[in-house]
């Protein structure tokens, strides 16, 4: 132990010195303290006379007008006896320096604190439509969620304990596909069977491959949550070419569920980027779909070299948008000059080409420096033809669009396709995840993880019961619809629900169709897919995508109708 030393303080938290001149100093500003100002007066801000302002008498001061001046020094309370003018209070010299300050307004109680942060949190960055009334249905949402909490002033208790055969019922129901049809309103949830079983079937999902010491999803950052783990197939090839193998078969199984209309979705996630496969008859489209994102220039140009048909309807939306722009610009400049209408023609420019590239280094050998100047070679030309491309690369403007026939063959691409496994760090040699809400061959049957949390919820000056129910995992379209039926039955048409979601599928929520929604609708509503979903959500699926490059964040019910923030 370290001698004691007299006057010395620990940690310097307390020292002495500073006590003993704090002590001092209160005794003299005591002392030459004046007699106590009278009744009303206005109380002194400081126990000893200020200090002159040093910088007063700066000549680069900002000096404000004669008349503003003469206010604020009308303004100042006037020195008491035995003090001069210049032994004014500092700030005082300052305040008034506002003219037009402000009334302050009076500060929020605890509860308005608590609404203004609930509605700061929610509160949407762009939001592409939102209601202006309740509503009986949301739209559909393609994003996949990581994490859902509902939260009501109903208990949850109906999703605890499920009772063996109810829990097996549910499994049951998932499989054969059985639709559950419940009333509006349930008295007693926690003694409905019927109730407890379905919110055992809606937690239901396929996942391929299955490694119960791996998390399977999400794989884009998911490196430093797979780091550390066991993975002997890194290091072996012969192991990586059978998973790959039983990786291909349950991918071609997939898809040809999905072209006979039994599967209505599901996803292909790669540590790079996620590919959603949809069937015909769902969001507006008659054929099927594929969107991919993010995506790069050398994925699409790997496409393209397999003969990939696809689109980039973002970047095509945005150069349209560009050229209406200076379309209208143009036409502008034709009315006021005159010369800008004949150099003009219909608003249009010519489209660059390759002739016009040598034609601009021409010049160079007309002066004849071609051999002392350094001409881009024809990839560097094609780079900047194309930078309007690069500059989305990994961003949602990248989602890449597959219809009809080319879907096969962006399966055959993706199955023969070696960069959709990483070659080294934590996820060398795993195959891609596959999500599906129904049944394939090679596909393991999971669940969400479910629990349900009481709490207390500060309102006014009391504390409220406020109970959650917290769903954990891979949280596709069809099992959010589901989960939200339930909840209006068993939670009495009122709860609220906060939405954790994938940042890179919040992409697929984008309206790819660009005709008329009813162009193909009597077709699209012939072709529903006979998926074994409930007839309701298939109906949410079908609606053309509303929500925009966003997806919904927050979602309320209150009297049986819908509200969301995205």
């Known amino acids: 132990a370290a001698p004691a030393v007299p006057g010395y303080s620990p940690g310097f938290k307390k020292p002495p010195a500073m006590l003993r001149l704090k002590r001092k100093r209160l005794r003299r500003s005591e002392s030459a303290a004046s007699a106590s100002p009278p009744c009303g007066a206005a109380p002194r801000a400081r126990s000893m006379p200020a200090r002159r302002n040093p910088f007063s008498s700066l000549e680069n001061a900002p000096r404000a007008a004669d008349k503003p001046k003469l206010l604020e020094r009308a303004r100042l309370p006037p020195p008491l006896a035995g003090e001069s003018p210049s032994a004014v209070p500092f700030w005082q010299l300052l305040e008034p320096v506002c003219e037009d300050k402000p009334v302050p307004r009076p500060e929020p109680s605890d509860r308005t604190d608590d609404l203004a942060l609930a509605n700061d949190l929610h509160l949407p960055v762009a939001v592409p439509e939102v209601p202006?009334?309740?509503?009986?249905?949301?739209?559909?949402?393609?994003?996949?969620?990581?994490?859902?909490l509902f939260m009501s002033s109903q208990p949850f208790t109906w999703t605890e304990h499920l009772k063996a055969q109810e829990e097996a019922q549910g499994f049951a129901q998932h499989c054969r596909a059985t639709e559950t049809n419940l009333p509006e309103s349930i008295q007693e949830p926690k003694l409905s069977t019927e109730l407890r079983c379905a919110f055992q079937q809606s937690l239901v999902y396929w996942l391929h491959p299955s490694l119960p010491w791996l998390q399977m999803f999400p794989r884009i950052g998911a490196d430093r949550k797979i780091a550390g783990k066991a993975s002997p197939w890194s290091q072996d090839e012969a192991l990586q070419q059978v998973l790959m193998s039983e990786w291909s078969v349950s991918f071609t199984s997939l898809y040809n569920l999905l072209r006979a209309k039994l599967c209505p979705y599901f996803y292909v996630c790669t540590y790079q980027f996620t590919v959603l496969f949809r069937a015909a008859g769902l969001a507006g489209s008659d054929v099927i779909t594929a969107v991919i994102s993010p995506t790069t220039r050398g994925l699409r140009e790997a496409m393209r070299s397999e003969g990939i048909?696809?689109?980039?309807?973002?970047?095509?939306?945005?150069?349209?948008?560009?050229?209406?722009?200076?379309?209208?610009?143009?036409?502008?400049?034709?009315?006021?000059?005159?010369?800008?209408?004949?150099?003009?023609?219909?608003?249009?420019?010519?489209?660059?080409?390759?002739?016009?590239?040598?034609?601009?280094?021409?010049?160079?050998?007309?002066m004849g420096v071609q051999d002392k100047v350094k001409k881009p070679d024809a990839l560097s030309i094609k780079f900047h033809k194309e930078k309007h491309e690069v500059h989305v690369d990994h961003k949602p403007e990248s989602l890449a669009l597959v219809k009809g026939a080319n879907t096969f063959t962006l399966l055959n691409f993706l199955i023969n396709c070696k960069s959709l496994v990483a070659v080294a760090g934590p996820q060398a040699g795993l195959p891609p995840t596959l999500l599906s809400?129904?049944?394939?061959?090679?596909g393991t049957m999971q669940t969400l993880k479910a629990r349900s949390i009481n709490a207390k919820a500060r309102v006014q000056l009391a504390y409220k019961d406020i109970s959650s129910l917290e769903i954990i995992g891979p949280v596709m379209p069809h099992a959010l619809h589901s989960l939200t039926m339930l909840l209006k039955s068993a939670q009495r048409g009122a709860f609220s629900a906060v939405l954790y979601t994938h940042e890179p599928t919040a992409v697929f929520n984008t309206n790819l169709d660009n005709s008329s929604p009813a162009l193909h609708q009597e077709s699209i509503h012939k072709d529903v897919p006979a998926c074994g979903l409930h007839p309701k959500t298939l109906d949410q699926l079908r609606q053309c995508p509303a929500l925009g490059k966003y997806s919904i964040r927050f979602l309320e019910m209150k009297d049986y109708g819908y509200t969301w923030k995205s």
């Open 132 to 148: 202006s009334s309740p509503r009986h249905e949301f739209p559909a949402d393609w994003s996949i969620k990581t994490r859902l």
């Open 309 to 366: 048909e696809f689109s980039l309807p973002l970047v095509e939306e945005s150069r349209t948008r560009k050229q209406k722009n200076s379309d209208v610009n143009l036409e502008t400049e034709a009315g006021n000059s005159l010369e800008v209408s004949n150099s003009t023609e219909d608003g249009e420019e010519p489209a660059p080409s390759d002739d016009d590239d040598e034609a601009n280094f021409s010049w160079l050998e007309e």
């Open 437 to 442: 809400p129904v049944a394939f061959r090679g």
